[in-house]
């Protein structure tokens, strides 16, 4: 695909097109933090920053998402009969995504779609009526680690165009047609550019200093890490909260629940957590994980084990590092990988 | 007794986040006092009927979310 | 700061060598800057990985509640008037427990120091004295301590542990010089439907992860009222109802027992200010009942008693 | 693509109250739109999620055979709050089945070999559907022996009581139904479900155990099949855990990397065996 | 509603079994007439009360809550 050049100078130019006939965001600072916001010029949209607060994948999974809705009336003829909610109606632009939370959705693509029966069309409306472009990372944090779990600041999976900042102009890739589309008309790159690129990118990598080894938990069998002595100290600070899951952009755990109103009913899904006793909590008040050592495992083992079992060997982490920086707790899953692998 | 705390600190607060002090109405009636009954309740109906609907707290499902 | 951290290694080796405890619970080192973790030593050589310093923002009192044994707990003011409140609610007994007291030197709120370096990546900070040396990438920056604190260390009234079995460094001053009752309950002076609002902004960005209810040393009902499937108290969906449900419930079964610790601040991912909500309260439990939380072994807690001239003239 | 979250409607045709206690009740439920009840193909050991719009959803196991027709049953214990709902239906409410769910019975791959049934309680569900789909003349004729063992703690709890008396009188099967204590007007097995088992003593050779019933019946009858020489890849057992999705998704009902509503509800023991015992 | 309708409030009333439920029961035994505006919810004692169903009456939309012992 192609290389392109997008220069500072044009970027408003860029945007307009973009939202012409779509919708689109970008991360924008507010109150302090790092959020996605609806952006029509270049200059209210982050060019320089680290990463979002919270992963963006609210924007395809929703925390609160009406399902269905229905007629809370029995004996009605259309009384009490579900009714899906209508699709996304304009497609949408993420501008600025970094490249470990474009490789989450294409984890999580693994999960919600996989054969005609579990096929989420919730979250393939969405993925497939966005488009993602990337900003490479050029300044990766001290708690990023996405090198050592198979993704790269300068990462292309899941995008559609990766930027890359090169100072006074960005390195526009197209990586799919819908991106091609995009940049096409932009001036191509020079060779002197691609190389920048290049050298920004191996600069990127060598800045990722910690990170995890998984050669071993890779090969040993689910019951002996499931055994290891470790999760008795992991578990022990932990609040079981939901911070971790709830940032984390590949958790896509959730709870499905009616509500009523009078006449009027829907079917609602929230995100819901591993780390509560209620998740799986049976009818009869047998919990298969009664303890908060085992929920804790629960999620390391889903994540580093269960999903590369069930998915070809894809990790069910992407390096963003954001519940080594939010977790009340300072839980810090390199060092719980790192004791798996030992 | 041991309530009348609780009702107390709840009424402050909910006065503190922004429910009109009219749309919470505590009082003692004993089981003889019928005209009392009749009284407290107009007067509470006439409280919240001069706030109008209540604008908070209510969770409404017809939003889209 | 370090000789503090040396005494409180020592003393905790010393407790754990005689076999006066099972554990002593303290805090160690973060693996990110400005963040301090719960951490148990078992062992006099764990013992050593114990330290102390300004950010030790967790409630350690959370972790004495339904854990077996006897315990050793690293107790500043806050945390020990919540070790208090859970001997005074019968969670265990004080024979169990050994109060490791330190004077608290007010912690630091890691927002703060955020806020002004923003989109800039701290990676370390140095204590000084009256200082913080913040170093990042391609700065570096000395902050007055003082301006940094956490909102509710500031107008600490207990710096002091109320109980200790053992006191390591000097007892020091009370209070930090803020007055709570300047502070407190933000929002009396709007009016309702300017109140609802602000409320409003103060949640809008919560999650509902709970982890402001999880670091808690109040919460530890075995299920939560938003637990509570049936009837659901508190729906679990981002409107603002539900959210609102939660945050005003949470704040209310603090009444009379809630010593303004910060732990909930401090652990909420996204900044909440729900002590905009609990300052209400112990202002108000203050003001009623003149009672402060924590502050003495054998209070009667105060929504757990009534006097006959108890203020009612909201009740018809 | 359809949208599989949407439950198919359907009406309740039947109620029955299937035990003296009234906690179980069963449901015939009738698809409301022909096309949905064509697209609905399942097998025995399948479940559906049963919703309830205002209520919820639950996994419930199919206890009808796709031999018996269009229509579906369901037997329904009363916990929750959806199953309590469901108790106070009537003929003729609406209600949806979303489904069918998970895996199944590998009856097909069991062509010609014996087939030994354990029930306890009413775990009894799919296996009735199993044993119609066995007994079906269509079928009858590719299995050898069949030995249906289920026990409840007193008759009035027994299910199906019609239809496996109807088994046991057509001679196609060998029929053993057990009670835990002597009851007035009983004159059948009495024992735990373990014991009988152990009695009948089914072999193991050219033949497959199907188990389902509550942990502790699981327990104290693996033992007994150990002893009479059956391996693990022998015993077929079908596990409940909590589910919402119900398409391997959401995240709480997996026992290590397995979803029990997408790779089970039926595993082997030999795959249990390399699995957390979180069920 | 219409706008030019009167607002007829719906109001959650918590009454004590032995209190206040029984002064409404003597209101309607000696036919005493109050507005039709409450919706009664029969409590054992005021101390049953919880601040929980306050706000969950308030939740599912009605504009008033009165809690009598």
């Known amino acids: 695909m192609s290389q392109k050049i997008l220069a500072k100078n044009k970027l408003d130019a860029f945007l307009q097109g973009l939202c012409r006939d779509q919708d689109l965001f970008a991360p924008v600072m507010k109150d302090g933090k790092v959020g996605w916001a609806p952006v029509a010029t270049a200059d209210q949209a982050l060019w320089d920053f680290s990463n979002t607060e919270m992963s963006p994948k609210d924007f395809f999974f929703p925390q609160t998402e009406c399902m269905m809705r229905f007629k809370n009336v029995q004996g009605d003829p259309q009384g009490m009969i579900m009714q899906a909610e209508p699709a996304l109606n304009r497609p949408r632009v993420l501008l600025n995504i970094r490249p470990c939370d474009a490789k989450a959705f294409q984890v999580l693509d693994l999960i919600f779609v996989q054969d005609e029966m579990t096929n989420d069309l919730y979250w393939r409306d969405k993925r497939e009526k966005t488009t993602l472009i990337g900003l490479a990372c050029n300044d990766p944090c001290p708690t990023c680690f996405c090198t050592t779990v198979g993704s790269n600041p300068h990462g292309t999976t899941g995008l559609d165009v990766l930027l890359v900042d090169l100072g006074d102009k960005f390195l526009a890739q197209a990586l799919t047609a819908k991106g091609e589309a995009l940049v096409g008309d932009l001036p191509a790159a020079a060779g002197g550019d691609e190389a920048k690129a290049a050298e920004l990118k191996k600069a990127a990598e060598g800045k990722i200093s910690g990170g995890v080894a998984m050669d071993k938990v890779n090969s040993r069998e689910v019951m002996e890490l499931y055994d290891a002595p470790l999760w008795d100290r992991v578990m022990e600070s932990c609040l079981n909260c939901g911070t971790c899951t709830f940032c984390c952009p590949t958790c896509h755990c959730f709870d499905i629940q009616d509500e009523t109103q009078g006449q009027d009913g829907r079917r609602v899904r929230n995100w819901d957590y591993c780390m509560s006793w209620l998740f799986t909590m049976h009818g009869t008040g047998h919990n298969p994980r009664g303890t908060k050592k085992d929920r804790v495992r629960q999620r390391f083992m889903h994540k580093f084990k269960y999903i590369p079992v069930k998915r070809g060997g894809e990790i069910g982490c992407v390096g963003c590092g954001r519940c080594v920086r939010l977790c009340p707790v300072n839980i810090d899953v390199r060092q719980v990988v790192n004791d798996m692998n030992a | ?65 | 700061m370090e000789a503090i951290a040396q005494k409180i290694r020592e003393a905790a080796k010393r407790l754990l060598s005689e076999g006066k405890v099972d554990v002593v619970i303290g805090y160690a080192k973060g693996t990110v800057p400005m963040r301090e973790y719960p951490y148990f030593a078992y062992t006099p050589e764990e013992a050593e990985n114990l330290t102390w310093s300004s950010f030790c923002c967790n409630n350690l009192a959370l972790y004495t509640i339904r854990r077996p044994g006897r315990m050793a707990v690293v107790a500043q003011g806050c945390v020990s008037r919540n070790l208090v409140n859970l001997i005074n609610e019968n969670q265990f007994k004080r024979d169990d427990l050994y109060v490791i007291g330190v004077n608290s030197p007010g912690m630091v709120d890691r927002r703060k120091v955020q806020a002004l370096f923003p989109g800039k990546t701290i990676t370390e900070v140095i204590e000084e004295p009256e200082h913080l040396l913040v170093k990042g990438q391609g700065f570096e920056e000395r902050l007055e301590r003082k301006k940094v604190f956490r909102s509710n260390c500031l107008t600490c009234v207990q710096r002091n542990p109320v109980i200790s079995d053992e006191m390591i460094g000097e007892v020091g001053p009370e209070g930090h010089g803020g007055n709570i009752d300047k502070v407190a309950a933000p929002w009396e002076k709007l009016v309702p439907a300017e109140r609802w609002t602000e409320m409003q902004e103060t949640l809008k960005d919560c999650i509902r992860c709970y982890a402001c209810r999880d670091a808690c040393p109040l919460c530890y009902c075995h299920v939560c009222f938003v637990d509570e499937a049936q009837p659901q108290w508190c729906g679990k969906t981002q409107d603002e109802a539900d959210v609102a449900t939660f945050h005003i419930l949470r704040a209310f079964h603090c009444a009379g027992r809630c010593t303004d610790c910060g732990a909930c601040e401090s652990a909420c991912p996204q900044g909440i200010k729900m002590r905009r909500l609990t300052s209400k309260i112990e202002k108000d439990i203050r003001a009623l009942y003149g009672y402060r939380p924590g502050m003495e072994i054998g209070a009667q807690p105060p929504m757990s008693l009534f006097k006959p001239n108890d203020p009612q003239d909201f009740i018809k | 693509m359809r949208n599989t979250y949407v439950p198919y409607p359907v009406s309740i045709k039947e109620v029955r109250v299937e035990t003296e206690d009234k906690q179980l009740k069963s449901f015939w439920l009738q698809f409301l739109n022909s096309e949905d009840a064509s697209a609905f193909n399942y097998t025995p050991g399948q479940f559906a999620e049963l919703s309830i719009s205002g209520y919820g959803e639950i996994p419930i196991g199919i206890a009808s055979s796709p031999t018996e027709g269009r229509d579906l049953l369901f037997t329904v214990n009363k916990v929750g709050s959806v199953s309590s709902r469901l108790h106070n239906m009537k003929a003729g409410d609406i209600m949806g089945v979303r489904g069918p769910l998970g895996n199944s019975y590998p009856l097909r791959a069991a062509k010609g070999k014996n087939i030994v049934i354990v029930a306890g309680g009413f775990a009894v569900t799919t296996l009735r559907s199993t044993m119609n789909w066995l007994l079906h003349p269509d079928h009858r004729g590719d299995y050898g022996e069949i030995t249906f063992i289920y026990g409840a703690r007193t008759p009035g709890m027994l299910l199906y009581t019609q239809e496996w008396t109807a088994w046991q009188n057509s001679g196609q099967a060998k029929v053993c139904v057990t009670v835990d204590r002597e009851a007035p007007g009983w004159s059948g097995l009495v024992g735990f479900v373990p014991t009988v088992t152990g009695d009948v003593a089914p072999k193991p050779d050219n033949a497959i155990a199907l188990i389902c019933g509550p942990p502790i019946m699981i327990k104290f009858t693996q033992p007994v099949f150990d002893k009479l020489g059956w391996q693990s890849d022998q015993i077929i057992m079908s596990l409940e855990n909590r589910m919402k999705c119900g398409i391997g998704i959401c995240g709480r009902c997996n026992v290590g990397p397995e979803y029990v509503c997408k790779d089970g509800p039926v595993f082997t023991k030999t795959q249990l065996d390399k699995l957390p015992r979180e069920y | 509603m219409s706008e030019n309708a009167e607002f007829s409030p719906r109001i959650a009333a918590f009454l004590c079994n032995w209190c206040s439920y029984g002064a409404a029961d003597l209101a309607g035994v000696s036919r005493l007439q109050y507005p039709p505006n409450i919706q009664v919810i029969r409590i054992p004692c005021t101390g049953r009360m919880s601040p929980k169903f306050i706000l969950a009456a308030f939740r599912k939309g009605v504009d008033g809550v009165w809690v009598s012992g």
């Open chain 2, 1 to 65: 007794m041991f309530a009348r705390r609780r009702f107390a600190v709840l009424k402050n607060l909910l006065e503190y986040v922004g429910i009109e002090p009219g749309r919470l109405h505590f009082s003692w009636i004993s089981s003889a006092e019928a005209e009392k009954f009749q009284k407290t309740v107009a007067a509470v109906t006439e409280d919240v009927k001069a706030l109008g609907p209540a604008q908070h707290m209510i969770k409404d499902i017809r939003k889209v979310a």
